[in-house]
């Protein structure tokens, strides 16, 4: 009889991916602190984007190129807990 052991650790979500606009090569969301992996806010203006569950949100958008090129869409509440001083910076 063999069991199979149940982990005690939780399971761990996997990783969003995205196709890069330049490249089309899969691209994964930097973790944590953006403020040294983005290189320029473009435009922030108000549209709507997807949110995690793939379900659109209204609001401000921030239009972000990362340091690889990757270039991709955010809402303002999250680009402002990743990268404030990016987006203080845009403002002026």
């Not at 270039?71 to 807990?81: G, H």
């Not at 001083?85 to 002026?92: A, G």
Request: a positive charge.
């Amino acid at each position: 009889m063999s069991e199979t052991a149940e982990s005690p650790a939780p399971e761990t979500k996997s990783k969003k991916t995205r196709r890069s606009t330049g490249n089309n090569k899969a691209w994964t969301m930097p973790d944590g602190d953006w403020e040294d992996r983005i290189t320029t806010i473009t435009t922030i203006q108000e549209g709507s984007v997807k949110n995690t569950k793939g379900q659109p949100m209204k609001g401000l958008v921030v239009y972000v190129t990362f340091n690889d090129g990757h270039r991709a869409t955010f809402p303002l509440t999250m680009v402002r807990q990743k990268a404030p001083q990016k987006v203080c910076i845009s403002f002026q």
